[in-house]
Structures are given as C-alpha cells and as structure tokens.
C-alpha cells in the first residue's frame, strides 16, 4: 500500500511526494510515450492568446476559438459556457472507416444539459443531422446517420465527474465501440452499422469543440485541452498511455480538490464526501469527536466556554493507494438560550394567516432544538395543534389569536399571531371534469396542459389555452411531467404538483433515476385559473435518486394530506449511487404542501413499482400501481386495496397489508404497454374511470369499470380525448369551476 500524507492550512499545501504524482497531470501531458501514429489533428489548446487552435499533428488542419473562451496556457482553453467553442474544419472524418477522439476535459460544476463536449456531423435547421458526439451526461458517445432517433450509443450509465481534469477517449473500428476513461475501459457496444465518413457522405461542415451539432442544447462550460482524432481505433494499451491516471494520482487529486470551505467559524453540521471525482473514497477521523465527529456532526462548545480547535483528517483510498489531508477547524461557542429562543421566535410563520381555509401546521420544534407550545384563543375554531372548524357556509370569518411559547433552558418568549378563519363554501354538485396533463419527452411537451371536458361527459374533451401550455417550470430541472391535482376537503382550494425531470434536455433514464431530482414542484390555487407562484419542495432524502409521479390523498384519519411518490433509494455509503436497486413507493405526510414529515417507505414488494394512485369508496382505499417488476406477474397496472391509506407494505410483510385484486388491467384490456393511472369515479353513474398512459402507442386511454370492489376494466369506446395527453390527472369540477376554466383559459 503507498501512503502519502498530506496536510491543510489557510490553503491546502501538497506535500512533495505529492506533487511529484501530479505533476505529468498537472502540465496536461501524462508520463506517457505518445501515440502518434494515425494522428488526423492534434489541438494542444495551450495558447496563451489568440484565436487559432493550431494544429500540432502536421495535418494543418488548424481550428478557430470563438465567443467567451479564454486562452489560459497549460491549463488549456476555458469555455465560458455562453457561445465558447472550437470550430474544426469541414469533412474531417471523410473516408474513415474507423476513428479515435480522446480529449482531457474538466466540466464546470454548474454545466446545463444537454450538451455536447465535442461533435462531428451536420446540422439541418437546428438539429443534429448524422453526427458523432461524447457528452458527460451519462457519459456517452453515439454515432448517427440522421437525429437523435437514430442514435447507436455506449455509455457508461453515468454522469461523467465534474469539477476534475478526465481523460475521455472513443473509439470506433470493425462495429465495435468502446469509451473510456482515464485510460480505462468503462463501456463497450458491438454491432455498431454506421461508420464515421458515412456521415454525411463525407461531408460534415458543423464539426465542433464544446458545441453541440443541437442548435438549442447549451454549450460547454469548463476547459479543454490535448484534443486529438485519429483515423484509427486505437487499443487499449495505446488509449492507456493517452490518459491512464495511476491509483497514487487519483488520491492525490481527488485530496488536493477536497475543501471544506470556511473552517475558521464553523458553527453547524458540516456535509464531509465520502468519495472525490477521480473515484477515491474518504474515511474521516476526528481529533475530538465530542465536538466534531467522523460523520461531520457538530457540537458546539457551551455558551460562554469559548471556541473549540479540532483537526478532521481525511483518508483518502482507491485500489490499494492511500494519503491523508488534514484540516483546522474553530468551532464557535453556542450562542445563549435567550438567543436561541428568540431567533426561534422570530422564524415562526403561520401560512394563509388571512384566510385560513383547513388545518394548519403549527410545528412543536423549532430552531435550535427549541420546543415550542401553541394556545388559541378559540379552541373550537383552530385547537392548539392545529385543527380547523371552518364557519358554516353563510357566515362571517373568525378571527383568532395564536400563541407560540418558545422554551430552551429556562430561556422563554412569546409569540402572538392573529389569523382569520374563513366560512365554508356552498356544497355545489359535480358537472364536469378538468384534465392536467404532460405531452411528451421533448422541452416542450415537459410542461402542464389543461383540457376541459364537455359537460358532465368523461370521455370528449377540449383543449384549453389554444393547446399551449398553462404552467411552466422556472426550478430545478425546469421539466415538468405527471402533474396531479388535488382539491382540499373542503373544497375551495387545489394543490398542483408535479415531478421535476427534464428528459427533454438530455438526460437519460438511467441518470435520472441516480443524480435526479429529490423534488416536487407545488402550485396552488383557488379557482384552477390563477395559480400562486412555483414552490421547488425537496421531500425525498439525500440517498434518494430520483422523485417521480407524485400524487396525493387527504386522509380524515390524521387530518393531514399524503404524498406518496417513487424513489430509488441508495445506501449511505454509496453517494454517487452507482449500485443497483429498484423503484419504491414512498409517502410523506402535509397540511400546506410546505412542510412536509420525512419521508418514509410505503410499498416495497422488493422489485420495481411507480406511478401509484388512489381512490376511496366507502371505507375502502383503492390503489393502481404499475407493477415494473413482476410483483403481481405481469408488467402492467394492479389494482390493491386496503383499510387504511397507511398501511405500509416492506418485503418482509406477510402478509401484505394491501390486498391485491387484479393485475396486467391493461393487457387484459387490450392495451400494449400502460403505465401512469388516473382513477376517478364518474359524476352522474355508477361508473369508475381508469385512465392510463399507453407509452408505446396511443398515449392517454380511457378504460372503464361498473365497480371497484369486482372490477371489470374495459377499453371506453368512442372517446375524445386531447392531442397528446401523458400521465395527468382528472378532476371533477363543479358547472362554475369548469365554465370559468373555460372562460378563462378559452
């Protein structure tokens, strides 16, 4: 094992044995014989000035360095990420029947998506028309002969590190595809029909360095240099010597990158890596755990016992090579319980205080560890933890007077709120329904689209705001897919919300279910015409990979709404979420579609299920799933059921706690392939709707059943449905409700 320490001061000091590892890395030409031979351009990208990339190959097959790109010497070209790039000549992979393009590459932090590191083809109004192209997202590479549809890919499933130099190197000959990293095989395709100067027929004239051959994508954000296409697939031993990083260097640059930020006045919990971009992962160990531990927890010194010096040392390991950093922390003594309380006090917030119109969150905690108690003046109105007796339609709001007694210690404040209850609405019969929906796996489909149905008829619908979008996200990813509506139980107020994925921008299935959002993005509203502005919630934990499709249903029981929502859950110690696991159904518990409990785990039958949804006849809560894993033996929708919308199902439970009452619904139909179920009971028979997104074909698909307790679900014949209608939601609405959307939105 070679252990190589390394120490922190003011700023991170490498040690000479160090040094010398990162040195060949550090100059961007690794301690490598050169490989030369078939060499059709070579771009050191190591001019200080000027905006010619010039050619080193002999070739003369100089390039041109345009918009916010700066020359920085031997740390290669920066690449602003506005309209930075390299423009390659024209025809460059012209007679080919094999090619290599390797390149070192250090992505910014923040790179949007999608987006090309290089690309080699045509481009026809905009769009990539047979091209050649590597990019970190779920680091790839894919040969095609026209736009995306005809892609052949290999990739290495996920996202290239961003943040550190990477050696990224393809190859192409006799079919076979190979991507690597640093040196090392990651991905391999074989069968590969298209050729490099088949493109095009030989003639390629968008040929790019940090552009996309996709007018729309984003452009390279970072630094480029030693940049290279060979007319040949070059073997392993040969990309080796390109770019092998040895286990020695990977330590020690993953520990020269490592930061801790400010350690001078810490005075919260610090988030330690647990592994770096070049793979290595770190183990820390504390001088004294009391005050800080191993894990980053932070205690701080009592009120008045001054601050604390302690020194976390982080080890660095990867296949064998070890080394240590070490960093100086000041922790800060605790602030005064008069302090804490008061800071406490002061954060309060009692939401909708104007116009409450259910129950409210009134949180027992606070900052700091405080606990916090809560009186009404009127208790029959809002009880101290919150429940809402709303006045009776007619009558006048309420106002009441809320107490919050703050306590740390024997430090105490106070804090007084005056809120207005508003009356109930008139009760109004059901005469039509509203329809949210997504359109498709495109930026502009990734939005909310509203549809009206014609009267009380679930089966003809009218799209709304002349089919153009009536949300659109401004948050996270900025995709918006599987909205779901959910009116409050007492009927005057709708919460919208939808999951945050953008498979539109590039991002792939795979990515997207390990580095995907943990977020949903919340909407509400009064009318379903005016919506409040977009709330970025994050409800899933830190080892999740993604939140999809979440929906909700209030439950009387705990006075309370439930979110539920499919996650893949990693293990702690797999940060970059690079195992294997499958998709779960989680739920988490809101009043105000702000504050929301931890999310807990609510169907795990042990194999894949997603797009949960939920209806309640009676006493009985009726859920669809889509089974992905074979759970009810068929890949399809199943339908369960239970007494209580919290029953919780883990793979050890027998029996289930859900009962299953039929599976494959779609099939059995006569549907292809269906996912994504909207359930809603019609408003003027005794009929149940179960819409479902036949992803393979015909999009959204109404089916049918005269019962949920003996189900029968049937295709619905003669419908009439909007355009291109994917997982939504729909609503029945009372005759003003879906006049006014119509009305308004046209």
């Known amino acids: 094992m070679t252990h190589v320490p390394l120490r922190a001061r003011s700023g991170p000091a490498v040690l000479a044995a160090a040094a010398l590892l990162l040195a060949s890395i550090a100059a961007g030409t690794p301690a490598h014989a050169a490989v030369d031979d078939g060499l059709i351009l070579k771009y050191t990208l190591t001019e200080t000035a000027g905006t010619m990339a010039v050619d080193s190959s002999g070739n003369g097959r100089n390039g041109t360095i345009s918009g916010d790109a700066t020359p920085l010497g031997a740390e290669g070209l920066q690449l602003g990420g506005s309209n930075a790039h390299v423009k390659l000549p024209n025809d460059l992979m012209r007679g080919l029947d094999a090619i290599t393009v390797s390149t070192n590459v250090k992505i910014a932090p923040d790179q949007g998506t999608p987006y090309f590191i290089w690309g080699l083809g045509n481009t026809n109004n905009g769009t990539g028309n047979g091209y050649l192209f590597t990019t970190g997202n779920a680091y790839r590479s894919s040969i095609a002969t026209g736009n995306w549809s005809t892609e052949q890919t290999v990739s290495a499933n996920r996202d290239l590190a961003r943040g550190a130099w990477k050696t990224i190197t393809y190859t192409l000959g006799g079919g076979t595809a190979v991507l690597y990293e640093d040196g090392v095989e990651v991905a391999r395709k074989t069968g590969v029909t298209v050729t490099p100067g088949s493109i095009g027929a030989g003639t390629t004239t968008a040929n790019y360095l940090g552009r996309s051959v996709y007018s729309a994508d984003k452009y390279l954000k970072g630094q480029l240099r030693d940049f290279r296409v060979y007319g040949r697939a070059l073997s392993a031993d040969e990309v080796r010597a390109l770019g092998y990083v040895s286990p020695e260097q990977k330590v020690a640059l993953d520990l020269e990158g490592l930061s801790l ?47 604390a010096a302690v020194t976390l040392t982080a080890t660095a390991g990867y296949d064998g090579a070890s080394a240590s950093k070490a960093f100086q922390l000041t922790v800060l003594e605790d602030i005064s319980d008069r302090q804490k309380v008061s800071e406490a006090a002061a954060s309060l917030k009692v939401w909708d205080a104007g116009g409450i119109r259910g129950n409210i969150t009134l949180p027992v905690t606070g900052l700091h560890g405080t606990a916090v108690q809560w009186t009404s003046s009127d208790a029959s109105v809002i009880t101290a933890s919150g429940e809402v007796t709303r006045p009776a339609f007619g009558a006048s709001p309420v106002s009441v007077k809320l107490q919050a007694t703050v306590s740390y210690g024997k430090a105490k404040e106070d804090r007084r709120f005056r809120v207005q209850v508003l009356p109930l609405p008139k009760a109004e019969p059901k005469e039509g329904y509203a329809f949210a929906y997504f359109t498709g796996n495109d ?32 948050l996270g990813t900025k995709g918006l897919r599987d909205p779901f509506i959910i009116r409050s139980p007492e009927g005057d107020k709708f919460y919208l919300i939808a999951t945050d994925l953008s498979i539109g921008s590039g991002t792939s299935w795979d990515a997207s279910q390990r580095q995907g959002s943990r977020y949903i993005e919340v909407w509400e509203s009064l009318d379903l015409v005016t919506w409040s502005a977009q709330r970025h919630v994050k409800v899933s934990p830190d080892t999740a990979g993604n939140t999809w499709a979440p929906e909700a249903h209030y439950d009387e029981t705990i006075g309370a709404y439930v979110v539920y929502w499919a996650s893949k859950i990693y293990a702690d110690n797999d940060p970059l979420h690079a195992s294997g696991t499958h998709n779960k159904m989680m739920y988490s518990t809101t009043r105000d579609f702000r504050t929301f409990t931890e999310a807990k785990v609510w169907n795990d039958p042990g194999n894949s299920v997603i797009d949960s949804t939920v209806i309640k006849e009676g006493d009985t809560y009726y859920r669809f799933t889509k089974d992905e894993g074979r759970v009810s033996g068929c890949l399809d929708i199943m339908q369960e059921k239970s007494a209580s919308l919290l029953a919780v199902d883990l793979p050890d439970t027998t029996p289930r706690n859900w009962t299953l009452m039929g599976n494959c619904i779609g099939k059995n139909a006569g549907t292809g392939g269906v996912e994504g179920p909207t359930v809603f009971k019609s408003n003027t028979e005794e009929k149940y709707y179960l819409f479902v997104d036949e992803f393979g074909g015909r999009g959204y698909i109404p089916l049918e059943s005269s019962s949920l307790e003996n189900p029968d679900w049937k295709l619905s014949s003669n419908y009439e449905l909007p355009r291109a209608p994917r997982h939504g939601t729909v609503l029945p609405v009372t005759k003003a409700e879906l006049e006014r959307l119509r009305s308004s939105l046209g």
């Open 443 to 474: 930026i502009a489909g990734e939005n909310i689209y509203f549809a009206a149905s014609r009267g009380n008829d679930a089966l003809k619908w009218d799209e709304l705001n002349g089919g153009k979008p009536v949300l659109k996200s401004t």
């Open 261 to 307: 930020g400010d350690t001078t006045a810490v005075g919260s919990d610090l988030k330690l890596p647990l592994s770096g971009p070049n793979g290595s992962s770190f183990s820390w160990q504390s001088s004294d755990p009391s005050v800080v531990s191993s894990e980053g927890i932070v205690t701080r010194p009592a009120h008045g016992t001054g601050n």
